[in-house]
Each structure stands twice: as structure tokens, then as C-alpha cells.
Nanobody, 118 residues
């Protein structure tokens, strides 16, 4: 079992920034990658970014490339999502997740709300 706890969400004005954190605990030794996703009301869950645990290689969705940056601190078993130039359409619940196999996310956090006001 892996436990994930997100933090850092909140209310921000358009153009502002937020930094989300996701702390992992439990059986993290088998983690291949961690990812960030979001889900807005009435919409499907959307992939945002991922980072491989061994090489710190990052991948981004086109919708956030250039604005969001994912990083990791392996000593703390924590990943981050730095979000800049936020837009109202970025409003959603943001989730982190772990994958043992590429693109197969099996453990999820509880989510953190991000609200961007116009």
C-alpha cells in the first residue's frame, strides 16, 4: 500500500502561482513514476504531468507545458507541481498518483482544490 497526501491548494487570482506538494509513504520502493492529474466539475480526469522516480524524467500535457513544472525530492518521497500563470480554467481538484508500471496509476491521493478567480 502507498499513501499519498496532497497539499498546497487554495484560491488564487488569475496570473498567480501555486505550488502543490504530494508526500508518499508506505511501499514506495516499487514506484516507477508519479503523476499529477486534475478533475474539474463535469469534466473527465486530465493528465497534467509525470516524473520517473529513478531518472527524474518529466512529461507534460500540452495544456500545461511551459506553465507547470513537476519536480521531486526522493529523500522526502515528495513530488511538487509548480503552477504559474494560472487561469480560471485551471480550477479543479488536483490529484497525485503513483505508478508501478508506466501509465498505470494505482494509488491516488485525496486531492486538493485549486480555484483561480478571474
Amino acid at each position: 500500500q502507498v499513501q499519498l497526501v496532497e497539499s498546497g491548494g487554495g484560491l488564487v487570482q488569475a496570473g498567480g502561482s501555486l505550488r502543490l506538494s504530494c508526500a508518499a509513504s508506505g511501499r514506495t520502493f516499487s514506484t516507477y513514476a508519479m503523476g499529477w492529474f486534475r478533475q474539474a466539475p463535469g469534466k473527465e480526469r486530465e493528465f497534467l504531468a509525470a516524473i520517473t522516480w529513478s531518472t527524474s524524467t518529466t512529461y507534460y500535457a500540452d495544456s500545461v507545458k511551459g506553465r507547470f513544472t513537476m519536480s521531486s525530492d526522493s529523500a522526502k518521497n515528495t513530488v511538487y507541481l509548480q503552477m504559474n500563470s494560472l487561469k480560471p480554467e485551471d480550477t479543479a481538484v488536483y490529484y497525485c498518483a503513483t505508478a508501478v508500471v508506466a501509465d498505470e496509476y494505482d494509488y491516488w491521493g485525496q486531492g486538493t482544490q485549486v480555484t483561480v478567480s478571474s
